[in-house]
């Protein structure tokens, strides 16, 4: 089985979810400053635009990089589940217990 360190996903995914929003923002700002056409304003809100339009092809290409990283986790687990059945019904079982006496403990 390959070794995937799966800590590493929450944490893309929380990036992805940052620059979504700052995007948001970003765009939001440059529709708020449309109407200023003045020479330094509409120069940098070029500069702003292009780095936007990059950023959205980053952001696109690490989304698809986390969507093929879930794949190959969710494909290992299936093999490792295949492969070792009850050691993977033990885990299961070890879990559900641990689980169950946290929640009778409220």
């Known amino acids: 089985m390959p070794k ?25 700002l440059m529709q708020a400053t449309a109407h200023q056409t003045e020479g330094k304003v509409a120069e940098l809100r070029e500069r702003i635009s292009d780095n936007l339009r990059d950023a959205r092809h980053k952001l696109a290409d690490a989304e698809d990089a986390i969507k093929e990283k879930t794949r190959e986790v969710a494909r290992a687990t299936d093999d490792y589940v295949h492969e070792h059945p009850w050691s993977a019904i033990g885990a299961a079982a070890g879990l559900g217990l641990v689980v169950g006496l946290l929640i009778s403990r409220r």
């Open 4 to 28: 995937i360190r799966q800590d590493t996903l929450p944490g893309k995914e929380k990036l992805v979810a940052d620059l979504q929003r700052v995007i948001a923002d970003a765009e939001e």
